[in-house]
């Protein structure tokens, strides 16, 4: 078994750099380091597409165009001159000989695969023949398995030939700058930190909705369904960070050791205390079963059983084709006594923080305040391009933080297994799905999930970000 030593990668090989991911993220992405001078290495794309790395580059420069960046030529140039292209089929170990004549022992390898999970373990068992792994690391997309057990089978196979420290769990919401800023917004600041907790939390909301549908992924997203594809990654990652206690140290172990100690608190979810939803429409998407029982939509209830966050109740909601694409998080915090000293003593709105995490980030402080005997909210709003300037995109973070070895971004073995662990009981036994119109904020059953506590809310929207602007 290898071990990459935390050094820098000196090679970046792409499999997959002909695909979709490439095309939206990877290489918009590069071409940002670039422009900042963080790029220091070659680029070897793996595809099976039959074309030269002419045809490539011409790729990369409609993409990164397509992504909305201003290309400068003579940045791209400069990234042009790092591409290179092998063409050939993943599973054919001949490829594999290819490679290996190319990629010397000088070479520190991050191989970056934007592939199908299914191609995972043989691609990295391929390179491990070849002696390619040494000193490499290896980063996979999600999903990192598709139920507990395929998960803990697919670590096994990667640590026959992979030290833990060798392997990068992508999840793209680690690179999300209000996710990244968390731990110091969280822990750095007093105001936020003596307010963190049971005492003063009374229930917290997490919203993750997209206003569309699955789109050309049907045959894909009919297999997987809201909770494989946004729960048991993207918001239970979320929620980790906001709940997890101080890291004792700054090292990537330091910070996967607190947000394991989350999951490991979180029983596993309950059926009976969730709400599937299906949009109108989905099953005549192309690829999509007639009877599919796929949910497209997931409210869920929760918690968290440590001292901090005992007796918290947490609601989750996620889905596609509902009235805005936001992800935010909102904490309440109890509501204070009624009030002697006014002369109607209606209790004021409960104080509420809330962290929009996608699109435009930033951070929002609900307070009460009185105007003629009536309560008004008041709020203190934070937009972070304002303040901490242009964020970097989730992806450039990511290739960043993979080449230069920092761990701190990606998800460890045990925080995968605890989460699919968390999922698990609503893959086995998935309850009834409700249908809802596309525009609406899913089944109405998911507003009885919450009766008695806090309403779902309608996402704070910064002005210039209002519905419909």
Known sequence: MAD????????????GITGDLARKMTFRSLYRLERRKLLGCPILGVASDDIDVDELIKRARKAIKDAGEEIDDEVFDRLAGRLDYVHGDVTDGELYHRLAEMIDGDYRPLYYLEMPPALFAPIVENLAREGLVQRARVAVEKPFGHDLNSACELNER?????????????????????????????????????????????????????????????????KVGTVRDVVQNHLLQVLAMVAMEPPVGDSADDLNDKKSEVFRAIPPLDPDRCVRGQYRGYTAVDGVAKDSQ???????????DNWRWSGVPIFLRAGKSLPEKVTEVRLFLHRVPQLAFLPHRRV???????????????MRLQLAGQVDGNWHDVHLD?????????????YELLFHAALTGDRGLFARQDSIEETWRIVQ???????????????????????????????????WFPPQTQPGQ
């Open 4 to 15: 990459d030593g935390g050094s820098s990668s000196n090679l970046l090989v792409i499999f």
């Open 158 to 222: 990667l640590h026959a030939v992979l030290a833990e420290d060798q392997i990068l769990r992508v999840d793209h919401f680690l690179g999300k700058q209000p996710v990244v800023e968390l731990e110091c917004l969280r822990f750095a600041n007093q105001a936020l930190a003596a307010l963190w907790d049971r005492h003063s939390v009374s229930e917290i909301h997490i919203t993750m909705a997209e206003d569309f549908g699955v789109e050309d992924r049907g045959r894909f997203y009919d």
């Open 294 to 304: 796929t949910e497209t939509f997931i409210a869920l209830r929760t918690g968290i």
């Open 348 to 362: 004021a709105e409960p104080n509420q923080i809330v962290l929009r995490i996608d699109p435009d980030p930033g």
């Open 382 to 394: 934070s937009l972070f391009a304002q303040d901490f300037g242009e964020p970097e995109t989730p």
């Open 425 to 459: 009981p609503l893959l086995d036994k998935p309850s009834e799905v409700h249908q809802y119109e596309p525009g609406s904020w899913g089944p109405d059953a998911a507003q009885s999930l919450v009766r008695g506590h806090r309403k779902w809310q309608d996402p």
